[in-house]
């Protein structure tokens, strides 16, 4: 679909970092850029031994607060409205 926009060579892939992303820009010959907010998170919230399961009040929080994100990022009609 790139190539036949002619927009194949001016694509950057940026992405958090999982295969099939990383993947379909090897494939199409795409610069590749992980996306360094998301590689900072893990970072953090892995020296912090947090995740979204436990029952901790600092995960409590990051979930509440990852869901309206995840809302808009999921939804394009609610990112519209937004």
Not at 43 to 63: E, L, Q, R, W, Y
């Amino acid at each position: 679909m790139a190539g036949t926009w002619d927009i194949k060579d001016k694509i950057t892939a940026v992405h958090d970092g999982v295969a099939n992303m990383k993947e379909t820009g090897k494939d199409n010959n795409w610069s590749d850029t992980g996306c360094a907010n998301h590689k900072l998170h893990l970072a953090v919230t892995g020296c912090m031994g947090i995740d979204k399961v436990t029952n901790n009040p600092i995960s409590k929080c990051i979930s509440a607060a990852s869901r309206p994100a995840g809302n808009f990022t999921h939804s394009p009609l609610a990112a519209i409205e937004l």
